[in-house]
């Protein structure tokens, strides 16, 4: 008898182990390639940008490199990745242009951009083009960086700084441009790796939401997926979780901190092992800082 419990509790403990690895396997770890090359250093000063938008998701990972340092394993590895060029009479930089040339398809992965060259009408837009037409024809799935102006949101293409005459040097806004990139593809590139779609625009201080909020879901009933939106004052470490009737688990959508702002969250009907639930009753829960609000919504298929 003694062993017969012996070997029940290690049973048990082993499926919770099981059970756990699975769940923290659902909040996926990103890698993030920004390409760059820079003669003057400019260029540079923005993938340093580009870098810390990137390492502002605490999923992600930045890795930096020169266009002549970039290997085949980088790349192979990488869930996005970022290029950035000065302008040369409106066209890429021909560093950039041959790593296009001599790299193969990237398909997969989440790719965005970024620019420098002088003048207010040089080329920059062009080259951001550019490296997005480049990025699509490999295969990349491309963001841009997202805003909010109060009456209207708005994504860019890109990010670009006018790093010579009239107006000499990055300035704090243009870097501003450059975290924006990086953490819109930090975010895409963890949302399509982990199924859960997570979005999110910067917003106005003067705009914030006033308080933490958890809103119903919408469509509901719903299938297969339904959106849910939230909004935090301040930066908060957000748990937001789907339950069954009986009270079990079935999917961790967020667990990490995030800025103030309006988020919204689409769940895709499947569990933390990525397996399409069953028709029925389930809770969606959002805890912040021992506060939590709950709403019910309906899956029929």
Same mark, same amino acid.
């Given at each position: 008898m003694k062993r017969y419990n012996f070997s029940l509790r290690f049973f048990l403990i082993l499926m919770g182990i099981l059970v756990l690895s699975s769940i923290a396997s659902a909040q996926q770890n990103v890698k993030i390639l920004i390409v760059y090359y820079s003669l003057s250093g400019n260029t540079e000063l923005m993938a340093n940008g580009v870098v810390e938008g990137v390492q502002s998701d605490s999923n992600a990972t930045a890795i930096l490199k020169k266009v002549d340092e970039v290997t085949t394993a980088d790349l192979d590895s990488a869930d996005g990745i970022i290029l950035g060029s000065p302008t040369y009479w409106g066209n890429i930089a021909n560093p950039m242009k041959e790593f296009l040339d001599n790299t193969g398809f990237w398909g997969g992965k989440v790719g965005g951009a970024f620019s420098t060259g002088a003048m207010k009408t040089g080329g920059k837009e062009h080259v951001v083009f550019s490296l997005i037409a480049a990025l699509l024809m490999k295969g990349v799935v491309v963001v841009g960086p997202v805003y909010d102006f109060g009456a209207f949101q708005s994504g860019g293409l890109g990010a670009s700084a006018m790093t010579?005459?009239? *107006?000499?040097?990055?300035?704090?806004?243009?870097?501003? *441009? +450059?975290? +924006? /990139?990086?953490?819109?593809? +930090?975010?895409?590139?963890?949302?399509l790796k982990s199924g859960a779609i997570v979005n999110n625009v910067i917003s106005n201080n003067e705009l914030l939401p006033k308080g933490f909020s958890l809103q119903q879901n919408f469509p509901n009933p719903f299938n297969p997926e339904t959106k849910i939106n939230y909004e935090l004052?301040?930066?908060?470490?957000?748990? /937001?979780?789907?339950?069954?009737e009986l009270g079990e688990e079935v999917r961790t959508l967020v667990d990490k901190e995030q800025p103030?702002?309006?988020?919204?969250?689409?769940? *895709?009907?499947? *569990?933390n092992n990525y397996q399409p639930v069953a028709t029925g009753v389930y809770f969606y829960q959002l805890y912040v800082e021992g506060t939590a609000q709950t709403k019910k919504m309906l899956l029929l298929k």
């Open positions: 010579g005459p009239p *107006d000499d040097g990055v300035s704090e806004s243009e870097l501003d *441009d +450059a975290r +924006a /990139l990086g953490q819109r593809v +930090a975010l895409i590139a963890e949302q004052p301040s930066t908060l470490k957000v748990l /937001l979780r789907i339950f069954n103030a702002g309006r988020y919204q969250v689409q769940w *895709d009907g499947k *569990d």
